[in-house]
């Protein structure tokens, strides 16, 4: 179920630089109970991201459309902060970062 949860994520995509959370990394965790719950703890590139409403609805449409979850909430942390490190390959190569 953890890779249908993540797989939706894909969907959801940065507005600022166009790759999707989860290959910027910023998605730290995904958890869902018995309930069909899901608890989304995930950061985002910069503290004030004045997107961070938009990502957070964007996250919540995206995993609501799958038939066993029944509620999500998303946990914006700042700890450990976000760096390109944590970006998949291929976001560094979209966005021309080696």
Do not use: F
């Not at 919540?60 to 998303?74: F, G, M, P």
């Amino acid at each position: 179920m953890n890779d249908q949860l993540m797989e939706a994520l894909e969907e959801v995509i940065d507005p600022e630089l166009g790759i999707d959370i989860v290959n910027l990394g910023l998605v730290y965790g995904v958890e869902m109970d018995d309930k069909g719950d899901v608890l989304v703890t995930m950061t985002l590139t910069a503290m004030g991201c004045p997107l961070a409403a938009t990502i957070q609805h964007e996250v919540k449409r995206a995993l609501s459309v799958i038939d066993e979850v029944n509620d999500v909430e998303v946990n914006i942390v700042w700890s450990p902060p976000w760096s390109k490190d944590r970006m998949s390959r291929y976001a560094k190569i979209a966005l021309g970062i080696s």
